[in-house]
T-cell receptor, first 111, second 111 residues
Framework: DSGVTQTPKHLITATGQRVTLRCSPRSGDLSVYWYQQSLDQGLQFLIQYYNGEERAKGNILERFSAQQFPDLHSELNLSSLELGDSALYFC??????????FGDGTRLSIL | DQQVKQNSPSLSVQEGRISILNCDYTNSMFDYFLWYKKYPAEGPTFLISISSIKDKNEDGRFTVFLNKSAKHLSLHIVPSQPGDSAVYFCAASRSGNQFYFGTGTSLTVIP
């Protein structure tokens, strides 16, 4: 158990819809990272938050947004969903200079 | 632009033999490298890391080698066990912040 909790585990929705993925980091970790893994692809970094502030941005679409709350949990919001957004979305938490610890992911299926 | 590359999508090895997984990177500013292991339906789990001041780090059956001049990283597993069958991701970062992941190598250890 990594200590990182992601909900829901599976999400099925339709094109054009909006969903919210949730992540609770390991106790004591101030950083939360979001990644997207599409079929046969590596982990694509989306965005990092550190103690409530955006720290780094990767290949995140404008239709996607994230935030980290005062209790350090984070949410990734995906809107105007397209078929190509179907993927595994991972959250990781960590401390500076330390390995990240990953949750088990949310599998998003767009029909 | 893929800054971290794992050119072998899959590898099969007999139980008891050595498994060698390879990784190449393009950014000479990367100074911290990690290997993660991923089982189906789970998130990646941290395996071993190495900083750029070293060229080798060992942890039990796992050894990571770093060749900075060649921008090449490898993971050796000796002896390989069936439970090692998983997807292995290498990752690289500059100063432990944003991590760049490879596309993964699927290792199968044959009993």
């Amino acid at each position: 158990d990594s200590g990182v909790t992601q909900t829901p585990k599976h999400l099925i929705t339709a094109t054009g819809q909006r969903v919210t993925l949730r992540c609770s980091p390991r106790s004591g970790d101030l950083s939360v990272y979001w990644y997207q893994q599409s079929l046969d692809q590596g982990l694509q970094f989306l965005i990092q938050y550190y103690n409530g502030e955006e720290r780094a941005k990767g290949n995140i679409l404008e239709r996607f947004s994230a935030q980290q709350f005062p209790d350090l949990h984070s949410e990734l919001n995906l809107s105007s969903l397209e078929l190509g957004d179907s993927a595994l979305y991972f959250c990781a938490s960590g401390r500076e200079g330390q390995p990240q610890h990953f949750g088990d992911g949310t599998r998003l299926s767009i029909l | 632009d893929q800054q971290v590359k794992q050119n072998s999508p899959s590898l099969s090895v007999q139980e008891g033999r050595i498994s060698i997984l390879n990784c190449d990177y393009t950014n000479s500013m990367f100074d911290y490298f990690l290997w993660y292991k991923k089982y189906p339906a789970e998130g990646p789990t941290f395996l071993i890391s190495i900083s750029s001041i070293k060229d080798k780090n060992e942890d039990g059956r796992f050894t990571v080698f770093l060749n900075k001049s060649a921008k090449h990283l490898s993971l050796h597993i000796v002896p390989s066990q069936p439970g090692d069958s998983a997807v292995y991701f290498c990752a690289a970062s500059r100063s432990g912040n944003q991590f760049y992941f490879g596309t993964g190598t699927s290792l199968t250890v044959i009993p």
